[in-house]
């Protein structure tokens, strides 16, 4: 039996078109008769949205918006306290050798105080702290914030900071035999997000290069390979547009907009290849200009919409994460998801009608002769042989690696990013290290909130239960820099937060333990003096405890809705409970795998040598239920697709072996150059700089390559050959209720 497509197929014909694609052919006839008002139209919604969402502005999430739990709770009390904000920079002297001098220090504090003073970016400057040591000195310089306080403050602050950086850096270059820099939050701000914005940035770049590069070799001509990266650069411009003018109901995150460009670029991508490949296909058919449109529409088009659909729900899960940074990403990803969808179904045909046969020049010399029109070459239809001989034998064996391959993510240990993780190659970093382990006390602290309510706080009742805080502290080993702990009242009288200086960074175990003590022993002796009180703990660790705690009792719920709906989606879109059931079992195989060398990869090591990363020991805690439901979403966009094809083949009568090859291999030229497309834009965020992208890379270029081969190539057509005609059950009464399919 022959398991590849015969040389020569006849077109399919636009009249075969199944009801739930009409609405899709509709818009693809009306699109390419109407080529010139579809275009416009398009250009014209992407430049008003674009330019109306720059006008009107984004508005973020506040600080205490992003909380959770307890400390989230506290963090908006606090918010609402009315604290004046001090943000704070920190001037560090040292010796290069030896102790540093005492009439030396004083000296250069005295130096930089008299510069300083007089400034306008300034409000005040502390006293000289000697360390214990006596190798280092600190000056503490407050920032004027023109009196703003919350998020403003700190604003303000990163704009009043390089000019005490440029006094700090002119001192020391007077003084080249001592030590002398400067790190406090809003100079750490500063630096990493520069960085930040510097990996960006070189990502962008090279981002649409390697994008256009890909896909050239896959259509081997110039203007069809470009179609795909225009569509998904204005889908991504619409989708921030969008976003932006949606913030000023649902307050965004600040990176919301990469996200946008990660997600829209891959399903842009994606959904025009599917579509600019039909056609092209039915075209070197045969088929005229208009009906080789209209075929990819009624069927490239329709698995858009299916596709489409459940990258929409797959985000849409993000909204029950019961966390406000995830709803945001859930909004701008679902309309970015949309407005692809839209796309694809009235400015791609329109573009195509415009161009013709000439979206297959310029052509490019020797690649366009490397390129076959039904996509198959070589390769896949050896794979399926090989395959479809002995599928329970291939099943087996790929199940079997999947399935070994997700083990690991059983041990999988979630943490926030801190101040470890982040890249010494930032000179800052190595300015906060001295300085913390000089000066143990300026590193990072729980904050103890006590909140009274209406009445005024017991000023009386408060120092005795902090001093008999600090004392039980003491006692337990697992704090640093007690003696200067003291309550700090806010001016309304009702609150108050003393903040107990912890050892090592926040993401430590030693700091986990040390919140354990905290809420479990210390602040319930000091509750019990301040009737009448809420007592709470926030910081850093204590808002990651708090985050992570959130992240296991909603994932379920996310998970739950994520499959329960896709699942009915599918049983819908292609009348069948059991093609539905296995599209779930097998997207989470991917997701499983994805985990599980994740794991193996940043939390055990192996291999990260080789690939130029880091071991850390952890996962980064928002990363699993992001990337749940992108590599959910985007699976499904690939197995959609494939089985969409299947379906087709099946639907003209073959024997389902044959439909399982034929459709896996016309298929798997749109798919492989997918996901080339999607693992080199992935690779790319993999070499940034912070370890939550390092991950985020890693994690969603692993799992596409996975997904596209062993999944897409082998346990997928396996499992449909081994299931034979029960692929296509639907229980009598579905049957009976769900709108019939003509073919």
């Not at 937060?497 to 003590?517: E, Q, W």
């Amino acid at each position: 039996m022959t398991l590849t497509a015969p040389p020569h197929l006849q077109p399919s014909s636009p009249d075969d078109a199944q009801p739930a694609s009409g609405t899709v052919l509709r818009l693809a006839r009306w699109s390419t008769k109407h080529r010139t008002k579809a275009l416009i139209g398009w250009f014209l919604f992407v430049a008003v949205v674009f330019v109306g969402g720059n006008l009107a502005g984004t508005r973020l999430l506040e600080g205490a918006q992003t909380g959770t739990g307890e400390s989230g709770r506290a963090d908006r009390i606090v918010e609402q306290a009315g604290y004046p904000a001090t943000p704070t920079e920190r001037i560090l002297v040292q010796a290069r050798s030896g102790s540093l001098d005492a009439a030396t220090a004083t000296a250069v504090g005295n130096e930089l105080r008299g510069r300083l003073s007089g400034m306008k970016q300034v409000g005040e400057v502390g006293e000289l702290i000697r360390s214990q040591d006596g190798r280092s000195a600190l000056l503490p310089v407050v920032l004027d914030v023109n009196g703003k306080t919350g998020n403003a403050a700190y604003d303000v602050a990163g704009d009043q900071v390089p000019a005490v950086l440029a006094v700090t850096a002119d001192v020391a270059k007077a003084h080249p035999d001592l030590k002398i820099a400067q790190a406090g939050d809003a100079s750490l701000d500063k630096a990493i997000g520069g960085q930040v914005s510097k990996d960006f940035s070189r990502a962008e770049k090279l981002s649409l290069p390697v994008t256009l590069a890909i896909l050239i070799l896959s259509f081997g001509a110039l203007i069809a390979a470009g179609v795909p990266v225009i569509l998904a650069l204005s889908a991504v411009m619409a989708g921030i547009g969008l976003s932006s003018l949606v913030s000023h109901v649902v307050p965004v995150m600040d990176s919301l907009n990469s996200v946008i460009l990660l997600i829209g670029m891959a399903v842009g991508v994606d959904y025009s290849l599917f579509y600019v490949r039909r056609a092209r296909e039915e075209r070197a058919r045969g088929a005229s200009r208009r009906s080789s449109v209209e075929i990819a529409a009624q069927t490239s088009g329709r698995a858009v919409v299916v596709s489409g659909l459940a990258v929409f729900i797959a985000m849409s899960g993000l909204l029950l994460s019961g966390d406000a940074t995830f709803v945001s990403m859930a909004v701008g990803t679902m309309l970015v998801v949309a407005v692809a969808v839209l796309g694809s179904l009235t400015a791609l045909p329109a573009m195509l009608s415009a161009f013709g046969d000439k979206v297959d020049r310029p052509r490019i010399p020797f690649v366009h002769r490397l390129r076959r029109a039904d996509g198959e070459g070589r390769f896949w239809p050896a794979v399926m042989r090989v395959v479809l001989h002995r599928p329970a034998i291939s099943l087996l064996l790929a199940g079997t690696a999947m399935v070994a391959l997700a083990l690991p993510a059983l041990g999988m240990r979630t943490g926030e990013a801190g101040a470890d993780s982040l890249p010494r190659s930032i000179p800052i970093m190595k300015t906060y290290d001295a300085m913390t382990a000089a000066f143990p006390q300026t590193g990072f602290a729980h904050t103890v909130v006590v909140h009274s309510g209406s009445a005024r706080i017991d000023q009386a009742a408060l120092d005795a239960g902090v001093t008999r805080l600090v004392a039980d502290a003491k006692a337990t080993g697992q704090f640093t820099g007690l003696d200067d702990v003291q309550p700090n009242i806010a001016p309304d009288g009702r609150t108050a937060t003393i903040d107990v200086p912890m050892t090592g960074d926040f993401s430590s175990k030693a700091a986990g333990r040390s919140l354990t003590t905290l809420r479990e022993r210390l602040v319930p002796t000091l509750s019990a003096g301040l009737p009448g009180t809420q007592v709470m703990v926030t910081g850093p660790t204590a808002g990651s405890t708090d985050f992570a705690a959130s992240m296991r009792s909603h994932l379920p719920w996310v998970m739950g809705f994520v499959l329960g709906l896709t699942f009915v989606v599918l049983v819908f879109a292609f009348r069948s409970v059991v093609v539905a059931a296995t599209a779930v079992v097998l997207n989470l195989l991917s997701v499983g795998a994805a985990y599980g060398l994740m794991v193996l990869v940043f939390q055990h090591g192996i291999g990260a040598g080789a690939l130029g990363l880091a071991q850390t020991g952890f996962i980064v805690d928002w990363l699993p239920l992001f990337l749940f439901v992108v590599l959910f979403g985007l699976s499904m966009d690939y197995h959609v697709f494939v089985v969409s094809r299947i379906r087709e083949q099946h639907d003209s009568g073959l024997p389902t072996k044959l439909a399982v090859a034929r459709g896996v291999t016309s298929s798997a030229g749109v798919v492989t150059s997918a996901a080339a497309v999607m693992v080199g834009v992935f690779s790319i965020f993999g070499t940034l700089s912070l370890l939550e992208f390092k991950q985020l890379g890693v994690g969603l270029a692993a799992a596409v390559l996975i997904d596209a081969t062993i999944v897409r190539a082998v346990l997928l057509p396996s499992a449909m050959t081994l299931l034979g005609h029960k692929n296509w059950w639907l229980p009598a009464a579905l049957e009976r209720r769900l709108p019939a399919q003509s073919h």
